[in-house]
Antibody
Framework: QVQLKESGPGLVQPSQTLSLTCTVSGFSLTSYHVHWVRQPPGKGLEWMGV???????SYNSALKSRLSISRDTSKSQVFLKMSSLQTEDTATYYC?????????WGQGVMVTVSS | DIVLTQSPALAVSLGQRATISCKTN??????????MHWYQQKPGQQPKLLIYLASNLASGIPARFSGRGSGTDFTLTIDPVEADDTATYYCQQSRNLPPTFGGGTKLELK
């Protein structure tokens, strides 16, 4: 069955770089796009970027200078790296499969930016 | 970017109909499809797809949920509302990049 699971540190210091991994199963990264979406506590959903099935990427223009998405198809993993973290980057980070809509989501990983 | 606007909250009684609206500032139709989707999110959980392409029920979603609309005006209807439906509901467009979400409508019981 289709599954996505995010992993990464729960706490990051301000100005540091966040590294998250989305491990997928039940489908191929070369057949489906995978997006990253985040949600600050008590707030709405913000699209961050996408790893297209062909290996290309697109980013939210507000985050583009700090954000990098990559993948390892052999491990069925998509990676997110975001630099220069600030307290406003505190959020739950989700990866989601793209079938037009986002049909499957990971459980999310809560990341707190604090010293 | 396409902006999606939802009312922040809605209170309905058990067994009644709930209608949640989503308005966009640009047309999200393309070649006969409306690229609007709806999600349900309960506290501490990831969003769950309910409706795709404006009116199509996602797999495993009960028929109490329905969606309609086109162009710039869309609605999600829950009829009848059950206690388990208390959640926040988000609309999302995939007509243009970046995909964008509405601010969410929190459904509460009276």
């Amino acid at each position: 069955q289709v599954q996505l699971k995010e992993s990464g540190p729960g706490l990051v210091q301000p100005s540091q770089t966040l590294s998250l991994t989305c491990t997928v199963s039940g489908f191929s990264l070369t057949s489906y796009h995978v997006h990253w979406v985040r949600q600050p506590p008590g707030k709405g959903l913000e699209w961050m970027g996408v790893m297209w099935s062909d290996g290309d990427t697109s980013y939210n223009s507000a985050l583009k200078s700090r954000l990098s998405i990559s993948r390892d198809t052999s491990k069925s993993q998509v990676f997110l790296k975001m630099s220069s973290l600030q307290t406003e980057d505190t959020a739950t980070y989700y990866c989601a499969r793209d079938l037009g809509p986002f049909d499957y989501w990971g459980q999310g990983v809560m990341v707190t930016v604090s010293s | 970017d396409i902006v999606l606007t939802q009312s922040p909250a809605l209170a309905v009684s058990l067994g009644q109909r709930a209608t949640i609206s989503c308005k966009t500032n640009q047309n999200v139709d393309y070649y006969g499809n409306s690229y609007m989707h709806w999600y349900q999110q309960k506290p501490g959980q990831q969003p769950k797809l309910l409706i795709y392409l404006a009116s199509n029920l996602a797999s495993g979603i009960p028929a109490r949920f329905s969606g309609r609309g086109s162009g710039t005006d869309f609605t999600l209807t829950i009829d009848p509302v059950e206690a388990d439906d208390t959640a926040t509901y988000y609309c999302q467009q995939s007509r243009n990049l970046p995909p964008t979400f509405g601010g969410g409508t929190k459904l509460e019981l009276k």
